[in-house]
């Protein structure tokens, strides 16, 4: 069956050090990949998404995540962390059959001053 | 452009009440989604609507769980009788594409609570 894990239910880290998130997926065909954030008392922002192409991906807020088919993973990095990194994470993976968001289960960012 | 928007923010109703949540998508998008996380889970599809369409409703949990979308725009997800287990955040997301590129834009969720 499709699933996606973050095996980090929490993660800290300093100000200004660097972070990576670990996401792992499992699913049959080429995955549609994508990483969430939600800050406290705000929505699901799309940070970046993987479909084809370069496996390195650029996305908003200094972030970038590369996808490795033969480790199955999508990991989140970002060289330096800022206060206001500190939210829920989320990786996740489209079904192409039916549309649907296969999700983890999240991984929440703490930054120490 | 205006994103997804949801209401109300939070919901706090009793057991046995009724409650119905709303979701206005993207202007444009044809593509709507309802997801909702328990607490401690993750988060879980419930259905997805195509214009007024039901495309796949294979996540709704019970039939206590009723969702609308009227001519195609926004979108209403009704839960009556309210059950203590229907506590959560219910994110509604749209889309303009379908295949291919499909990016999923989500709300702010609403927060529900039965006590």
């Known amino acids: 069956a499709q699933s996606v894990t973050q095996p980090d239910i929490h993660i800290t880290v300093s100000e200004g050090a660097s972070l990576e998130l670990r996401c792992n997926y499992s699913?049959?065909?080429?995955?549609?990949l994508f990483w969430y954030v939600q800050s406290p008392g705000q929505g699901l922002q799309l940070l970046l998404k993987?479909?084809?192409?370069d496996t390195l991906v650029q996305g908003i807020k200094g972030f970038e995540a590369e996808f490795k088919r033969s480790q199955s993973s999508f990991n989140l990095r970002k060289p330096s962390v800022h206060w206001s990194d500190a939210a829920e994470y989320f990786c996740?993976?489209?079904?192409?059959?039916?549309?649907?968001?296969?999700w983890g289960a999240g991984t929440k960012l703490i930054i120490k001053p | 452009e205006a994103g997804v928007t949801q209401f109300p923010s939070h919901s706090v109703i009793e057991k046995g009440q009724t409650v119905t949540l709303r979701c206005d998508p993207i202007?444009?998008?044809?593509?709507l989604y309802w997801y909702r996380r328990v607490m401690g889970k993750e988060i879980k599809f419930l259905l997805h609507?195509?214009?007024?369409?039901?495309?796949?409703e294979s996540g709704m949990p019970n039939n206590r769980f009723l969702a609308e979308r009227t001519g195609g725009t926004y979108s209403t997800l009704k839960v009556q009788p309210a059950e203590l287990e229907d506590s959560g955040v219910y994110f509604c997301?749209?889309?303009?594409?379908?295949?291919?590129?499909?990016?999923?834009?989500f709300g702010a969720g609403t927060r529900l609570s039965v006590l």
């Open positions: 996740a993976v489209l079904m192409d059959s039916n549309y649907q968001l296969i």
């Open positions: 699913y049959g065909a080429t995955p549609y």
């Open positions: 993987y479909f084809s192409g």
């Open positions: 202007s444009g998008h044809d593509n």
């Open positions: 609507f195509v214009k007024e369409s039901k495309q796949d």
């Open positions: 997301a749209s889309s303009q594409r379908l295949a291919g590129k499909n990016i999923q834009y």
